[in-house]
């Protein structure tokens, strides 16, 4: 069954004869009870979030009751215009609405009145603005993230995702073809000529040997890399630094330098 739109109002049973919010739920039931959640943890000082905040502070919490409900399909305009006539509707009798425009657009989103936008810019000081950008960073200090559908850029990573990142990564490099990894290498390579002065370190070209030890060449890697070495020629100084590093190979089989 489909969620079945409805408008709604927020109230406090100790003062039931008000109607303090209107609303509506165009795609979650759960919408009327969003605004008290959103009351507690953040620093937006609208005018609906200070009443939360205040009957909060005295130890209650808004009660809902719903004003109508609509069909299933029914469109997200045509539900805006039922909670625009219910906001005229009961203002025009003396509810104390805190919404901050006649509805119709959700939240308080839409055109405001230019009362109401006086009145938000007045509240957004620079002092809340600090505030609101400390508190969001306190949330987000220390936290961890799972990789994949977040964004982990400067965000510490436990050691458990970075085990799980690193497995992965070795599965998908373990199953690519060969075509794949060379077109990888390519992007690898290019992406390094990029950046201005890189050089390999003498640690990580001794990381990488280390890591090509033992292993076995295929005849197909062979094959490709005397094709891609055919012709070319090299100079003087790739040759005198290939025999230092051919003597510096074979002494190290001889054992005479460890």
Excluded at 34 to 44: L, V
Excluded at 130 to 145: I, L, M, P, S, V
């Amino acid at each position: 069954m489909e969620h079945q739109p409805f408008v709604y109002g927020l109230y406090d049973h100790a003062d039931a004869g008000h109607v303090r919010y209107v609303g509506m739920a165009p795609s979650r039931a759960s919408r009327p009870y969003a605004h008290a959640k959103r009351a507690r943890h953040s620093t937006d000082d609208s005018h609906l979030l200070r009443w939360i905040r205040k009957i909060q502070a005295e130890g209650r919490e808004p009660s809902v009751v719903i004003l109508e409900q609509l069909s299933e399909g029914t469109t997200r305009h045509f539900l805006g215009f039922v909670e625009s006539c219910y906001v005229k509707s009961l203002r025009a009798i003396g509810h104390r609405l805190t919404n901050e425009n006649d509805g119709g657009w959700g939240g308080s989103n839409g055109p405001h009145s230019p009362e109401a936008l006086a009145a938000m810019r007045a509240r957004w000081t620079p002092e809340l603005r600090a505030q609101n950008g400390e508190a969001a960073r306190a949330r987000n200090t220390g936290k961890t993230y799972p990789y994949k559908g977040r964004t982990t850029k400067g965000r510490p990573l436990s050691e458990e995702n970075r085990l799980g990142i690193g497995a992965s990564r070795k599965a998908a490099w373990d199953n690519a073809t060969q075509e794949e990894r060379d077109r990888h290498a390519a992007k690898v390579s290019a992406a390094m000529k990029e950046i201005p002065g890189h050089s390999q370190t003498e640690e990580t070209r001794q990381k990488i040997s280390a890591s090509l030890t033992g292993r076995v060449m295929s005849e197909e890697w062979r094959a490709k890399n005397a094709a891609a070495q055919t012709g070319k020629k090299q100079s003087d100084e790739t040759k005198a630094k290939r025999g230092l590093a051919l003597k510096a190979a074979w002494a190290r089989r001889k054992g005479t330098i460890q």
